[in-house]
């Protein structure tokens, strides 16, 4: 099945700086890449999400790319914010798994003022 | 438009018991699924129901089961619950119709099983 590997674990910048989270994909034939931002006892909210006909996708201060050749996407923050700080989370989807989302272990973001 | 809803949001069981977990999602999404999150683990998916059809499922045991019902409202069901049940149990509620969709998720039931 589809394994999906998050790096960093943890994630530690000072407030204004970029924040890049990077995640690999291991079936080719994945088409769906989401990005969450889980917060202390919430559920996971999606903040962006792109799909594989299309390479990188902005929303404000919030990017992601995808690399369909070396099966890996990366979420980009700028201007980071101390309400910036939580758990991001990337996942993949693919018809082999019924379109379920298969996550990664995620990544704890600080930012410090 | 209210968001994906679940109750309890908190619930303590015992070895053995059996629970039912309930969610609502939002208003005209067909679509929900059910995710367990660990800190071992991470977010894991369980099943996902479409019209009251179990659409899709994912490698737990037969212990976890779900339904939908026609108002598209799902309730998951885990019996003889063990001591690694204890989780974080999310329902994320999806349009549907077409597959691939972006999933919306609730704040969980945090289940502790003793």
């Known amino acids: 099945g589809e394994n999906v590997e998050q790096h960093p674990s943890t994630l530690s910048v000072q407030e204004g700086d970029s924040a890049v989270i990077k995640c690999t994909y291991s079936?080719?034939?994945?088409?769906?890449f989401p990005w969450y931002k889980q917060e202390l006892g919430k559920g996971p909210q999606l903040i962006i999400d792109?799909?594989?006909?299309?390479g990188e996708k902005k929303d404000q201060r919030i990017a992601v790319t995808l690399n369909k050749t070396a099966k890996h996407f990366s979420l980009h923050i700028t201007e980071t914010q101390p309400e910036d700080s939580a758990v991001y989370f990337c996942?993949?989807?693919?018809?082999?798994?019924?379109?379920?989302?298969?996550f990664g272990k995620g990544t704890s973001l600080l930012v410090t003022p | 438009k209210a968001g994906v809803t679940q109750t309890p949001r908190y619930l303590i069981k015992t070895r053995g018991q059996q629970v039912t977990l309930s969610c609502s999602p939002i208003?005209?999404?067909?679509?929900v699924s059910w995710y367990q999150q660990t800190p071992g683990q991470g977010l894991q998916f369980l099943f996902e129901?479409?019209?009251?059809?179990?659409?899709n499922k994912g490698n737990f045991p037969g212990r976890f089961s779900g339904r939908q019902f026609s108002n598209s409202r799902s309730e998951m069901n885990v019996s003889t619950l063990e001591l690694g049940d204890s989780a974080l149990y999310l329902c994320?509620?999806?349009?549907?119709?077409?597959?691939?969709?972006?999933?919306?998720f609730g704040p969980g039931t945090r289940l502790t099983v003793t």
């Open positions: 994320a509620s999806s349009e549907g119709a077409q597959r691939n969709y972006e999933q919306y």
């Open positions: 079936d080719s034939a994945s088409n769906y």
């Open positions: 792109i799909r594989s006909n299309v």
């Open positions: 996942a993949a989807s693919t018809s082999n798994s019924g379109y379920a989302l298969n």
């Open positions: 208003s005209g999404h067909r679509s």
């Open positions: 129901y479409f019209s009251e059809t179990q659409r």
